[in-house]
Structure formats: C-alpha cells, structure tokens
C-alpha cells in the first residue's frame, strides 16, 4: 500500500484512528501561527498513543533549531519535515533525518540542492503561495511530479482529499501521500468518516497500478 501520513493530529483519538487504519505516518505541528500548532505536553500525549512501528514527523517552519530538539525530545520524533528554504545547517544539526519539502509556486518546485537532499529521507512537494512558507491546502501540477526520477522518496501533499487521492496516486506513483485539511472537521480536528475513506481510495488506487 502507498504509505499514509495524517498531518495536524493534535487529538489522541484521531492518532489512535490514524494508525489503526494504517497510516505509515503521524504529522505533529509545532509551526508558530499555525492553527494546529501543539504544545510540548500534548506532543507527548500524542506520541504515547502512537502505534508502534508507525513514523512520528515534527512539522516547523522557521523554528530555531533550540525548539526543534525540545520538540523532538518531547513527541518522540523519527522525521523532521522543514516547510522553509533547506539551509546545509539544517542538515548538519538536526539530530533526526528530515524530510525536504519541495515547495511549488506558480508551477515551478523549488528544489533543494543535491548536497542538501542527500542528507535527507525523502522529498515532500507542496503547494506554496508567494511570502507564505507554509502548505496552502490546494493542489498543483501533479505532472511536475509524475514521469520524473528523483533522488529520493516523494510524498505527495497538497490539497489531497478523499475525492483526488486516487487519481494522485494513480498519476503520480509517490511513495507516499500527505493529507492534513482534506481530512478535517475544523482545524486540527478530523473527520473519521473522512479518514476511512481516504484509506479506502489509497486501497483502491493501489490495486489499479
């Protein structure tokens, strides 16, 4: 099955749901500004009830590398996934492997250098929006993405929902796929029926390619 990773979890149950339905990934948000942003404490509940085996990402923007290992420490994070301009920094400090976000504006992905992404676990592509560094929650190009070798992994995010997640996987082959808002009652908060049926169409793309 194509890996699964639910972002902006900030509920034990909806953490609970994720990994019983299969997702490969847990997404923690500790970026500053967002609506799903979590506090240390709940980034512990939230990573005691994770399954074991499934994946904890931390999520930050322009975070200093001082409250990316305090976050670390606290959700027992395996990934760090940057929403910001990959610095060799980033690479050389973080003491987990962290996943590159490719972010996409006006069509064109904004692909970190080689040396960088070969510090790296996998390469996440996402929508950006000009002086907006984080995701916007809409969908781009997929065919920037598709017939293209890469050098590492890809997931595919934005604006993933139940309704397009099968033809994004059935167009783009990725390793992965990154759904936050399409699985959402409110911020933060997610919709169960949702869930399962973006699983379902994961499981139904997978069996068509």
């Not at 690479?91 to 996943?99: D, E, F, G, Y």
Request: net charge neutral; hydrophobic share 40%; glycine share 10%.
């Amino acid at each position: 099955m194509t890996d699964v990773k639910i972002c902006g979890l900030t509920r034990p149950e909806d953490v609970e749901l994720s990994c019983s339905l299969g997702a490969a990934y847990v997404g923690f948000v500790f970026a500053r500004g967002s609506p799903r942003r979590i506090t240390l404490d709940t980034a512990r509940e939230l990573a005691g009830v994770t399954a074991p085996g499934v994946v904890r990402v931390g999520v930050f923007v322009d975070e200093p590398r001082s409250a990316i290992a305090e976050a670390v420490d606290a959700g027992r994070l395996d990934l760090v996934q940057l929403h910001r301009p990959l610095a060799e920094g980033d690479v050389a400090t973080s003491s987990r492997p962290i996943v590159a976000v490719v972010r996409v504006r006006g069509g064109v992905p904004e692909i970190p250098a080689e040396a960088l992404l070969a510090g790296c676990r996998a390469m996440l592509f996402d929508t950006a929006e000009p002086g907006r560094t984080g995701g916007t929650g809409r969908t781009f190009d997929w065919s920037i993405v598709e017939k293209r070798t890469w050098p590492l992994p890809v997931i595919l995010a934005g604006g993933l929902r139940p309704s397009n997640v099968f033809d994004a996987i059935t167009k783009v082959r990725p390793a992965a796929v990154d759904v936050s808002s399409g699985v959402e009652h409110s911020p933060g908060v997610k919709d169960r029926p949702g869930l399962r049926r973006f699983f379902e169409e994961v499981r139904r793309a997978d069996a068509k390619v």
